[in-house]
């Protein structure tokens, strides 16, 4: 027999005295009290985020903070569900930049991507100015490699590589380091918008570019500030890496496989961790990226 499908019941709607009660309580000096206050306001779902947020500009400054983190958490939540949808319903060839962005609001809910994104068309137009585009592709780079690397000093986080920081792509920008891939990202970011014919690598082990012509190919290590490569140094380094070579290590990867690997990154560092909910968050992205 087939029972029927039930869900569970709403939590009924707070008075205006509860929610008087529930604030006050909010910003208890002992832990155990503000967990139990924070679990029964997030029971009540998003009517919960809508009158919270109000206190978010509290001139309280404990109750601020507590209402942004509870703010936070639903946002976070609603954001995991877009880049999952995102994810789900997008083939090999998406648009890297919009997706990286839905992933980076799931950690941080309140970034404006759209800002980021300007700072991007800002590097480019600047980059218009300082590249001869008729050059040579080693003059080419050395100019973005220049301005990236030096001027701007993106660089290798080698001191923290297990930072999950280093993937994700508007704490790359703020603090201009980041693990092979996200610098990859910026790159190719950057590349795109000169209508450079740039495509990310994703070697065993390390992530590269690759700009490719009719006159050539050059190999870019984005973690090395840029450091030129050619497909022979790119074997050696498979090689003294432990890996035997074949060409598919060196062939350019579509926007998903891309996507896959920064949340393949990002799920073992949250295991290493010990960060089980964000390890199982990340392996229902993995999950979905491999469908």
């Not at 709607?13 to 909010?26: C, W, Y």
């Not at 309280?60 to 877009?82: C, M, S, Y």
């Not at 080419?140 to 000093?153: E, H, W």
Request: contains cysteine.
């Amino acid at each position: 027999m087939n029972l029927p499908v039930t869900s569970a019941p709403a939590p009924a709607a707070l008075t205006e005295g509860q929610r008087a009660a529930l604030l006050t309580l909010l910003t208890d000096d002992d832990p155990a009290i503000y967990q139990i206050i924070r679990s029964k306001i997030i029971e009540q779902g998003q009517p919960a985020r809508d009158w919270l947020r109000a206190h978010t500009l509290s001139s309280d400054p404990v109750l601020r903070r507590r209402a942004q983190e509870i703010v936070d958490h639903f946002e976070r939540g609603a954001a995991d569900n877009r880049f999952l949808a995102f994810c789900l319903t997008r083939g090999e060839d998406f648009d890297l930049e919009q997706a990286v962005w839905l992933l980076c609001q799931t950690q941080y809910p309140n970034i404006n991507a759209l800002a980021y994104s300007a700072l991007f068309d800002s590097y480019a137009a600047d980059l218009r100015t300082r590249v001869d585009f008729g050059a040579a592709p080693d003059r080419i780079l050395a100019t973005i490699n220049y301005f990236l690397f030096t001027d701007l000093g993106f660089t290798g986080n080698e001191k923290d590589y297990s930072d999950p920081d280093n993937s994700y792509l508007n704490r790359v920008m703020d603090r201009r380091t980041g693990n092979p891939i996200s610098l990859s990202i910026v790159y190719l970011a950057v590349a795109r918008r000169l209508r450079l014919p740039v495509t990310g690598i994703g070697m065993p082990g390390h992530f590269i570019c690759r700009f490719q012509t009719s006159r050539g190919e050059v190999f870019i290590d984005p973690f090395r500030k840029g450091k030129l490569m050619t497909k022979g140094d790119c074997i050696k380094f498979l090689i003294q890496s432990g890996h035997a070579f074949h060409d598919g290590f060196l062939a350019s990867v579509t926007p998903r496989r891309m996507l896959l690997r920064v949340c393949s990154n990002l799920h073992h560092i949250y295991n290493s961790l010990n960060l089980a909910e964000e390890t199982v968050r990340f392996q229902r992205y993995i999950v979905a990226l491999s469908k």
